[in-house]
């Protein structure tokens, strides 16, 4: 179990695990390529030019020696660093996780994303990485994720579980866990009603039951935020608007 599975809530479901492309990796294990080369370097002018000399033949040995240890305990800590770097898609939200000691944990819920910009250049379609800015509606939140492995397939999954979770919450899917209603009736207009919660009633058999002036009001906010996210159609908007009216 990673780090990340102790972070879901309660129902919430990894969808998509992905890290950066392992040319992430082989960039920031640089110093540890360089010291590699420096010790084969000195090994070579040790053999050429100090082999006879017993002060320095010596001494060059023990700096290729630190050299190469301390390149493999570079390469290691970068490794580390890269697999601790994942980025999930869930059912709710997304997430990246940093730090192979101290962890750092940056959350972007779906229904607050926007939109999201895939940039790949013709190297990363060839490789299969691109960089994946997502925009949210608040300030933080996860920004730009560089030099992600599939991008493509990763904005993908999370746009699916946007439109999803979009269903979920308008009513016409019903939640997987926790429950969000009781019940959820078939009619589209009777989802709708069971969406902004106020209209539950209205659901059932019979004459429509009277509604005070703040629940009309407040279903109606509800209704318009449902219709400007495209939940449901303006006519529905104006169908249900009128049915509330009549109630008062």
Do not use: C
Not at 164 to 175: C, H, I, N
Not at 193 to 203: F, K, Q, R
Not at 229 to 242: H, L, N, P, Q, V
């Amino acid at each position: 179990m990673s780090y990340l599975d102790n972070l879901l809530a309660s129902g919430e479901q990894p969808l998509r695990r992905e890290h950066q492309h392992w040319f992430v990796l082989a960039a920031d294990a640089r110093y540890a390529i360089l010291a590699w080369i420096a010790a084969i370097l000195l090994l070579i002018l040790n053999g050429a030019a100090f082999k006879d000399n017993p002060t320095l033949s010596p001494l060059i040995g023990w700096i290729v020696i630190v050299l190469v240890v301390g390149g493999l305990l570079s390469l290691g800590w970068q490794v580390l660093r890269w697999q601790n770097e994942e980025f999930v898609v869930t059912s709710r939200r997304v997430l990246e996780t940093q730090g192979v000691i101290n962890k750092r944990v940056v959350d972007s819920s779906l229904e607050k994303i926007n939109d999201a910009i895939l940039t790949e250049s013709l190297f990363g379609r060839i490789f299969g990485f691109g960089d994946l800015e997502i925009l949210t509606a608040s300030e933080s939140g996860i920004s730009r994720l560089r030099m992600l492995r599939q991008a493509d397939d990763f904005k993908r999954t999370m746009l699916d579980a946007k439109h999803e979770l979009e269903l979920e919450l308008s009513g016409a899917k019903p939640m997987p866990s926790p429950a969000l209603r009781a019940a959820m009736p078939s009619a589209p207009a009777a989802r709708v009603d069971a969406a902004s919660g106020d209209l539950a009633a209205a659901a059932a058999s019979g004459p429509p039951s009277a509604m005070s002036a703040d629940d009309v009001t407040r279903t109606l906010a509800n209704l318009a935020d449902l219709r400007d996210r495209g939940a449901i159609s303006a006519e529905d908007y104006e169908a249900k608007k009128a049915d509330l009216l009549r109630r008062l």
